[in-house]
């Protein structure tokens, strides 16, 4: 007897991005790489943790499988909503990818003490696509104990 399996699912990813141009080249890339993906787009950290939290007019907004996360941004910049994600039991596990243009992100995020795990975690021809424009670093929503 042969087992049957669920169809998959398309998974949704939260792009949290202030910078328009940044978001469009995002969509292209997916699109361009023929990713099937449901992107979900908000210009600051305080409308990214509306998001995830499911208020206001995100209140049936899907939980994303992969948060891609600018950390420089108004209102609540990328590094103000690690640290909120950190701490809430119902968010930690969501993965999380930081974009950044900046080699000093890098340092800041590791005088943290939180965990980079470096280039090259996207797929390759996503990753390819950002390497010349933006650097993907992964970071693993863990406290450290």
Same mark, same amino acid.
């Given at each position: 007897?042969? &087992?049957?399996? $669920? !169809?998959?699912?398309?998974? #949704?990813?939260?792009?949290? &991005? ?27 950290? %305080?409308?990214?943790? %509306? ?20 950390? #420089?941004? !108004?209102?609540?910049?990328?590094? %103000?909503?690690?640290? &909120?994600?950190?701490?809430? %039991? ?23 003490? &939180? ?11 996503? $990753? ?7 650097? !993907? ?9």
């Amino acid at each position: 007897m042969r &087992e049957t399996s $669920a !169809p998959l699912r398309t998974p #949704n990813i939260l792009l949290v &991005e202030d910078n328009e141009n940044d978001v469009i080249l995002t969509r292209k890339s997916f699109q361009k790489n023929q990713l099937a993906i449901n992107l979900h787009h908000v210009e600051n950290g %305080e409308k990214c943790m %509306e998001f995830l939290r499911k208020q206001g007019v995100y209140r049936d907004a899907p939980t994303p499988d992969l948060i891609l996360l600018d950390l #420089n941004m !108004p209102l609540m910049d990328g590094r %103000e909503v690690l640290a &909120e994600l950190i701490v809430d %039991e119902q968010l930690s596990h969501l993965p999380v990818i930081i974009l950044t243009t900046s080699d000093n992100d890098r340092d800041v995020l590791l005088r943290r003490r &939180e965990v980079i795990d470096g280039p090259g975690c996207l797929p390759n021809r996503v $990753a390819r696509h950002l390497g010349g424009h933006r650097r !993907p670093l992964r970071h693993r929503l863990a406290p450290r104990g």
